[in-house]
């Protein structure tokens, strides 16, 4: 992505997704959201805990 030498937190956060358990992580459209897709509701959920002790706001959210 374009902008992950400038902005190394989108960066930081997609690796920190991936190494919780997902199978992708991105960034969503110019920013500043960054999403992760998760094969169970359980592991996102963790993962959505430990980025949230990171500082970060984090969600649990399903497709339709």
Same mark, same amino acid.
């Given at each position: 992505? &374009?902008?992950?030498?400038?902005?190394?937190?989108?960066?930081?956060?997609?690796?920190?997704? #991936?190494?919780?358990?997902?199978?992708?992580?991105?960034?969503?459209?110019?920013?500043? &959201?960054?999403?992760?897709?998760?094969?169970?509701? #359980?592991?996102?959920?963790?993962?959505?805990?430990?980025?949230?002790?990171?500082?970060?706001?984090?969600?649990?959210?399903?497709?339709?």
């Amino acid at each position: 992505n &374009a902008v992950f030498p400038t902005h190394s937190c989108a960066k930081s956060l997609c690796d920190s997704m #991936k190494s919780l358990g997902a199978d992708g992580a991105m960034m969503s459209g110019s920013g500043p &959201a960054v999403f992760g897709l998760f094969k169970d509701k #359980k592991s996102a959920a963790n993962a959505a805990e430990n980025i949230k002790r990171m500082g970060y706001l984090a969600f649990v959210c399903e497709t339709v």
